[in-house]
C-alpha cells in the first residue's frame, strides 16, 4: 500500500478530503493529516509517504516552502498541490518544484480520481524500475565470478590494449592487478580428463571445478597474491603476482605447484599435471608466460602425469622427431610375422626409443606413429586372410582407444600390448593351436569359476596375452570368455539349488559371486526364473 498525507489548514477540506476518495480502491492508505506546513514537514518526515496531497496558502509555513525541503529530504515522494488561488505565480512555483500535479478548489471528484491515478501509475512504474535494477545488481553480483573468470582469460590469451581501461575493469570486478609488477603463470591440467569426466553428470563436473578452485586458491594466498580461474574443459589457470622482496622466488613457486598438486591428489583423487610458466616482467607479457606454461605441461607425454614440469627441465632431446619411416615399418611387419614376440618387442623398443621426447609437436607424432603401427597390423591380416569381424572391431577399439592416451608410457604399452596379441593371433593361426588354447581355457575356467575371476587371470594360466586370448575365444567359440565363464557358474548354481539345505547366498559365493541380489538378477535373467521358483521346480 502506498502512503498518503494530507495537508491543509481547513478542517473541513481535511476531512472531506479524506472521505472524498475510496482510497483503498487506489492501493493507497491515509496515513495522517496536518493543518500547517510545518506540522505536515514534522508528520512527513515520521510517516515517509508515497504522496503528499498539500494546501498552497497556509499560515506558518506554505506548501510551497513545505515542498521545497520535502523534495530536497524525500526526492522519491510525489507532491500534489490544492489551491483556492487562481494565480499563475503559484502554478510557476509547483512547476519549479517539479510536483506530480495541481488541482484548484473547490476540489472536484473526478479530476481528484483523475489526478491520483496518474500519480499511482508513476509510483508503480517507479517500483517496477527499481524492481528490475535490484534484480539486475542481483544478477551481476551472481554472474561477477563469470565476469571475473572471462577478463583473466582475455589477459592470458590476449595481453591488453590500453592500460587505463584494464585498471578500471579489474576495479569493476574487485581484482587487485598493478601494471609494472612482475607476473607469472602456473597452468594446472587433469590427467586422463576423459575418465575423469566420463562418468559425471554436468552437476558434478561444476561441483568438481568449483572445489578445484577453492583448494587452489586458497593456497595462493598462503604464498602469494594471484588468481585462479578455469581456462577451458580439464585445465586451469594460476595467475600469480609476483613478489621482488621475495628472496628465493623459484623455490617459493615450485613449493606452490607441488602444494596444489598434492592437494588435489590429497582432497579430490585428482592427479594433475602443472605448467610452470616463465616471469613475465608486467601484466602485459602475461600470454607469454602462460603460453611457456600450456608447453611446459602439454611434455607430460614424454615425463609422465602428476608433475610440476618447468621449461628449465625440457632441455634435453634432439633438435627434431626421428621418422617412424619405411624401413621400420617393414621391420615392425616382419616381427609380425614372424608371430616371435620377443623380436616384435626389440623392434618397438628401438621405434619408440627413437621418437623425440621434448619437441613441442612430440606427442602428436608419436600417437599418429602409433596409429600407423596399429593400421599396419590390420593391413598385414587382411594380407594373410586373417582379418575377421571380431579383428576389425577389436582394431577399431584400439584405434579410438588410443586417441584417449596422454603419454608416451602408456601409448608404447597399448601399442605393445595390441601388436602381441597380433603376433599370438598369427602364429596360433599358423601353428594350429587354436582348439587347443580354447581348451585349457574352458578347463581354467571349469576350476577356477568360484573365484574372482578376471580376464588377465584367464590369459595368463595360456601363457598368452588378454587382447589375444579374448578374440581367438570369441573366434572359435562365438561367445566371449565372460559370457561363457557366466554360463559355467550359472549351470553349476542350477546344481547346487537342487539341495535344500543349501541356502541362496551360499550358492552365490560358491559359483563366484559377491552380491547375492546381483547375482539373484542374473539368474533370473539367464533362465527365466528366481531362485526360488528354480528350486521349487525340481
Known amino acids: 500500500m502506498y502512503k498518503l498525507v494530507i495537508i491543509d489548514d481547513e478542517p473541513a477540506v481535511r476531512g472531506g478530503l479524506g472521505k472524498f476518495v475510496n482510497w483503498g480502491d487506489y492501493g493507497i492508505a491515509l496515513a ?319 621405434i619408440f626409443e627413437a621418437l623425440a621426447p621434448t619437441r613441442k609437436e612430440g606427442f602428436k607424432y608419436v600417437r599418429h606413429a602409433g596409429l600407423q603401427m596399429i593400421a599396419l597390423a590390420g593391413r598385414l591380416l587382411l594380407e594373410l586372410n586373417l582379418l575377421t569381424r571380431e579383428m576389425e572391431e577389436q582394431e577399431a577399439r584400439a584405434l579410438d582407444g588410443l586417441l584417449k592416451l596422454e603419454t608416451k608410457a602408456e601409448l608404447k604399452r597399448f601399442v605393445s600390448d595390441y601388436l602381441f596379441g597380433i603376433c599370438s593371433w598369427i602364429q596360433e593361426k599358423r601353428s594350429g593351436r587354436s582348439s587347443n588354447v580354447i581348451e585349457h581355457t574352458q578347463k581354467f575356467i571349469s576350476e577356477n569359476y568360484a573365484k574372482n575371476l578376471s580376464i588377465a587371470d584367464i590369459a595368463a594360466s595360456v601363457y598368452l596375452s588378454q587382447t589375444y586370448v579374448s578374440l581367438l575365444f570369441k573366434q572359435e567359440t562365438g561367445e566371449t570368455i565372460y559370457e561363457y565363464l557366466m554360463k559355467v557358474r550359472i549351470e553349476k548354481a542350477k546344481e547346487l539349488l537342487r539341495d535344500p539345505r543349501i541356502k541362496f547366498y551360499e550358492v552365490c559365493e560358491q559359483v563366484g559371486y559377491s552380491d547375492p541380489s546381483y547375482f539373484g538378477k542374473l539368474f533370473k535373467k539367464m533362465t527365466g526364473l528366481t531362485l526360488s521358483a528354480y528350486r521349487d521346480q525340481q
Open 32 to 350: 495522517g493529516t496536518a493543518d500547517d506546513g510545518d506540522t505536515g514537514l514534522a508528520l512527513i518526515e515520521r510517516v515517509r509517504p508515497d504522496i503528499v496531497l498539500t494546501d498552497v496558502m497556509m499560515p506558518t509555513m506554505d506548501g510551497i516552502r513545505m515542498s521545497r525541503d520535502v523534495r530536497e529530504r524525500f526526492p522519491n515522494t510525489k507532491i500534489v498541490f490544492i489551491s483556492g488561488h487562481n494565480d499563475a505565480n503559484y502554478l510557476r512555483s509547483a512547476l519549479q518544484i517539479h510536483a506530480a500535479d495541481y488541482i484548484f478548489k473547490p476540489v472536484k471528484r473526478t479530476e481528484l480520481q483523475k489526478v491520483i491515478e496518474g500519480v499511482v501509475e508513476d509510483l508503480r512504474a517507479k517500483d517496477k524500475e527499481r524492481q528490475l535494477l535490484k534484480d539486475m545488481q542481483v544478477k551481476l553480483s551472481q554472474s561477477m565470478p563469470l565476469l571475473r573468470e572471462k577478463f583473466l582469460m582475455s589477459l592470458i590469451q590476449d595481453g591488453i590494449a590500453n592500460t587505463d581501461e584494464l585498471q578500471e575493469r579489474a576495479s569493476f570486478l574487485n581484482l587487485a592487478l598493478p601494471l609494472e609488477t612482475p607476473y607469472l603463470a602456473l597452468a594446472i591440467t587433469i590427467d586422463d580428463s576423459e575418465e575423469v569426466y566420463g562418468g559425471r553428470s554436468e552437476r558434478d563436473k561444476q561441483l568438481l571445478s568449483y572445489s578445484l578452485l577453492n583448494i587452489v586458491q586458497e593456497l595462493i594466498d598462503r604464498y602469494l597474491p594471484g588468481y585462479a580461474f578455469e581456462n577451458r574443459v580439464a585445465e586451469y589457470v594460476a595467475l600469480l603476482v609476483l613478489d621482488d622482496r621475495l628472496q628465493h622466488p623459484e623455490d617459493t613457486l615450485l613449493s606452490l605447484a607441488k602444494e596444489i598438486r598434492d592437494h588435489l591428489q590429497r582432497w579430490l583423487k585428482l592427479s594433475v599435471t602443472i605448467g610452470v610458466g616463465e616471469r613475465a616482467e608486467h601484466i602485459g607479457l602475461l600470454p607469454a608466460s602462460y603460453l611457456h606454461a600450456r608447453e611446459a605441461a602439454d611434455q607430460k607425454w614424454y615425463m609422465g602425469k602428476n608433475q610440476v614440469i618447468t621449461m628449465d627441465s625440457l632441455e634435453i632431446g634432439s633438435a627434431g622427431p626421428i621418422r617412424f619411416d619405411s624401413r621400420q615399418s617393414e621391420r615392425l611387419l616382419s616381427g609380425l610375422k614372424s608371430g616371435e614376440k620377443h623380436r616384435l618387442e626389440l623392434e618397438l623398443d628401438s
